[in-house]
């Protein structure tokens, strides 16, 4: 079942990622394991404004929009939209953002 909604706006320290899709199969036929190589990978697709400090100040979220981020195995929650399945997480679950 599709969602009928088409956008979410993370709050606070959350970031909204699509997590990409891992090759099967190479451009030769030959099929690759994907169990034991789960690659934990994704592109931040929207962000948060960031958590507050005890003197009401904003800490903005450490990620941008566009960046590529290493995600934990575990820890995010699964959103459905229209355009597909995204996961949430918190800043501090982000492991690192991916530089070419």
């Known amino acids: ?3 009928v ?5 993370p709050t606070f320290n ?9 090759q ?7 099929i690759l394991k994907t169990e ?3 690659a934990n990978y994704a592109e931040v697709v929207e962000v948060g404004p960031g958590n507050y400090d005890s003197t009401g100040k904003i800490i903005p979220v450490v990620v941008k ?4 981020v290493l995600l ?7 959103v459905k939209l229209a355009e597909g399945e995204f996961h949430l997480y918190r800043d501090s679950d982000i492991l690192g953002v ?3």
């Open 1 to 3: 079942m599709t969602s």
């Open 5 to 9: 909604f088409r956008r979410l706006a």
């Open 14 to 22: 959350r970031i909204l990622v699509r997590k990409f899709e891992q």
């Open 24 to 30: 099967t199969k190479t451009a030769g036929g030959i």
């Open 36 to 38: 034991e190589d789960k």
């Open 65 to 68: 929009k566009g960046d590529v």
């Open 72 to 78: 934990p195995e575990y820890g995010s929650t699964k």
């Open 98 to 100: 991916l530089h070419k």
